[in-house]
């Protein structure tokens, strides 16, 4: 089993930056891809960003490339998201997830692909 918290979410204005954490606990030697999603009021949860940590790859949606950045901290057992330039139609809660399959690059994306889930994290981007 893996456990994660996320935390870090709050008030932001647009042009903002701010940085989401996910704590990982339990098996974590068995995350071997890790992903943010995002769900806003009256919208389905979608894909922000996701990793597989054997590869070093990253994946990010069109609409955050170049704007928001994947990592983690081995030492720390927390996987970040940073955030930059945001946008208000970026205010959303935002979740982390884990799964331990080996994802091949075109299941990053993909919700049903991910075993466990943090409970979110709201963030607000707004003046």
């Known amino acids: 089993q893996v456990q994660l918290v996320e935390s870090g979410g709050g008030l932001v204005q647009p042009g903002g930056s701010l940085r989401l954490s996910c704590a990982v606990s339990?098996?974590?030697?068995?995350?071997?891809?890790m992903a943010w999603f995002r769900q806003a009021p009256g919208k389905e949860r979608e894909f922000v960003t996701g990793?597989?940590?054997?590869?070093?790859?990253?994946y990010y949606a069109d609409s955050v490339k170049g704007r928001f950045t994947i990592s983690r901290d081995n030492t720390k057992n927390t996987v970040y998201l940073q955030m930059i330039n945001m946008k208000p139609e970026e205010s959303a809660v935002y979740h982390c997830?884990?799964?331990?399959?080996?994802?091949?690059?075109?299941?990053?994306?993909?919700?049903?692909?991910?075993?466990?889930w943090g409970q979110g994290t709201q963030v607000t981007v707004s003046s």
């Open positions: 990793a597989r940590w054997s590869g070093g790859n990253r």
């Open positions: 997830a884990a799964t331990a399959r080996n994802l091949i690059a075109s299941r990053v994306r993909m919700m049903d692909e991910y075993d466990y």
């Open positions: 339990g098996r974590t030697n068995s995350a071997y891809a």
